[in-house]
C-alpha cells in the first residue's frame, strides 16, 4: 500500500537529487511493502503530490546523536531543527530513499483515495486514476 507524506520543496529537490538519502521520522507505515509501494510527495503548502521515491530500509534508532554523526549528510537537514524534532520522541526511523523521481505531471491530492488534506506524519493510500 503507497503512503503519502508532505514536505517542503527544499527538501524534495534534495531527495530528488539524491543529495537526502534518508527521510528521519517518528514512526514508520507498519503495512508498507517496500518492493512494490512507493513514498509519495505533497509538496507543504500545495495540495500537490509533486514526486515518489521508494525506501528500500527503515532503520530503527533510539540514540539521536548517534544518527546525526552516522547519518547527518544524508538526512540533510539544519543541525538545530534536528535537535528540535528529535528532543519531542523516543525512538526514530530512518528510511532509506531509493528510486526518487519528480512526477513527470503533478497530481492533485484527490486523485488518491480518501484524501481530503495534507497529511501531518503520513497516511496510507492508493492512486484513484491513473
Same mark, same amino acid.
Given at each position: 500500500?503507497?503512503?503519502?507524506?508532505?514536505? +517542503?520543496? #527544499?527538501?524534495?529537490?534534495?531527495?530528488?537529487?539524491? !543529495?537526502? &538519502?534518508i =527521510?528521519? @521520522?517518528?514512526?514508520?507505515?507498519?503495512?508498507?511493502n !517496500?518492493? #512494490?509501494?512507493?513514498?509519495?510527495?505533497?509538496?507543504?503548502?500545495?495540495?500537490?503530490?509533486?514526486? @515518489?521515491? !521508494?525506501?528500500?530500509?527503515? &532503520? /530503527?534508532?533510539? =540514540? +539521536?546523536?548517534?544518527i546525526?554523526?552516522?547519518?547527518? @549528510? &544524508?538526512?540533510?537537514?539544519?543541525?538545530?531543527?534536528?535537535? /528540535?524534532?528529535t528532543?519531542?520522541? /523516543?525512538?526514530?526511523?530512518?528510511?532509506?530513499?531509493?528510486? +526518487?523521481?519528480?512526477? =513527470?505531471? +503533478?497530481?492533485?491530492?484527490?486523485?488518491?483515495?480518501?484524501?481530503?488534506?495534507?497529511? &501531518?506524519?503520513?497516511?496510507?493510500? @492508493?492512486?484513484?486514476?491513473?
Open positions: 500500500m503507497n503512503i503519502i507524506i508532505t514536505l +517542503p520543496s #527544499d527538501l524534495i529537490a534534495a531527495i530528488v537529487s539524491r !543529495r537526502k &538519502q =527521510e528521519l @521520522r517518528k514512526c514508520f507505515p507498519k503495512h508498507f !517496500r518492493v #512494490d509501494d512507493w513514498v509519495y510527495v505533497i509538496e507543504k503548502g500545495t495540495k500537490n503530490v509533486v514526486a @515518489r521515491f !521508494r525506501v528500500i530500509h527503515f &532503520q /530503527k534508532n533510539d =540514540e +539521536p546523536l548517534k546525526w554523526h552516522t547519518n547527518g @549528510r &544524508q538526512i540533510w537537514v539544519d543541525f538545530n531543527w534536528f535537535v /528540535k524534532y528532543s519531542t520522541a /523516543k525512538v526514530y526511523y530512518l528510511w532509506h530513499i531509493s528510486e +526518487p523521481e519528480y512526477l =513527470e505531471k +503533478p497530481l492533485h491530492r484527490g486523485a488518491f483515495f480518501g484524501l481530503s488534506c495534507n497529511p &501531518q506524519s503520513y497516511v496510507y493510500t @492508493r492512486l484513484t486514476v491513473k
